[in-house]
């Protein structure tokens, strides 16, 4: 069985400062990684993903995740928050051969001026 | 999303009328998915096809049946609508089951059953 947890409904930042969003993880075998971003009334945009071949992850608009084995996380982080930053964003595990995604029940980010 | 469209992005019916959404993609991917997002529960997975006449339970599958019998559309449909069936559904499409082959989100329909 696989899970994630996401810590934070609701993650309020000031524009500039470091964001930082929870999530963990459970899985029995090797997870694959993901984290989704929603604009208001619009599907899910992959924002990044998590390959084996590296930890520390980029994505776009400048997030990253780094994969912690021994923590079981995949904290989405960005070093200075935007406006346009505000949305709420999921977090989804995987793995090889599973056409499933299993998603966290989602984290909504406010950006204050 | 340019190669996933959903229809009717709005609808508003009534309990135990019949409902069919539609996806329909451009993308000829294999795999094809319906979800449902709530607050405080993300989203669920309802079904899914993994090929044309192929298709599969999610985890929140009771009240909803799915049709794919062409690549491009997969039908999800409420036989007897109901008010807890009130949600935005999802439709996502990938190429395959791996990790260079993610899932593609379509912008939903509002479904409002009263």
């Known amino acids: 069985a696989q899970s994630v947890t996401q810590l934070g409904s609701h993650v309020s930042v000031s524009e500039g400062a470091l964001v930082l969003l929870r999530c963990n993880y459970s899985?029995?075998?090797?997870?694959?990684l993901f984290w989704y971003v929603q604009y208001p009334n619009q599907g899910l945009q992959l924002l990044l993903k998590?390959?084996?071949?590296?930890?520390l992850v980029k994505g776009i608009n400048g997030f990253e995740a780094e994969f912690k084995k021994s923590e079981t996380s995949f904290h989405l982080t960005k070093p200075s928050a935007h406006m346009s930053d505000a949305a709420e964003y999921f977090c989804?595990?995987?793995?090889?051969?599973?056409?499933?995604?299993?998603f966290g029940t989602g984290t909504r980010l406010t950006i204050i001026p | 999303d340019a190669g996933i469209t959903q229809s009717p992005r709005h609808k508003v019916t009534e309990t135990g009328t019949p409902v069919t959404l539609r996806c329909h993609q451009t993308?000829?991917?294999?795999?094809m998915y319906w979800y449902r997002q709530d607050p405080g529960h993300g989203l669920r997975l309802i079904h899914y096809?993994?090929?044309?006449?192929?298709?599969d339970k999610g985890e929140v599958s009771d009240g909803y049946s799915v049709s794919r019998s062409k690549t491009e559309d997969f039908l999800l449909t409420l036989e007897s609508a109901t008010s807890s069936q009130t949600s935005v559904y999802f439709c996502?499409?990938?190429?395959?089951?791996?990790?260079?082959?993610?899932?593609?989100f379509g912008d939903g329909t509002r479904l409002s059953i009263l």
């Open positions: 996502a499409i990938s190429e395959g089951t791996g990790l260079n082959q993610p899932q593609h």
């Open positions: 899985s029995s075998v090797p997870p694959y």
């Open positions: 998590y390959t084996s071949a590296a930890t």
């Open positions: 989804a595990v995987s793995y090889f051969g599973n056409e499933k995604l299993t």
């Open positions: 993308e000829n991917h294999r795999y």
């Open positions: 096809s993994y090929g044309v006449k192929d298709t």
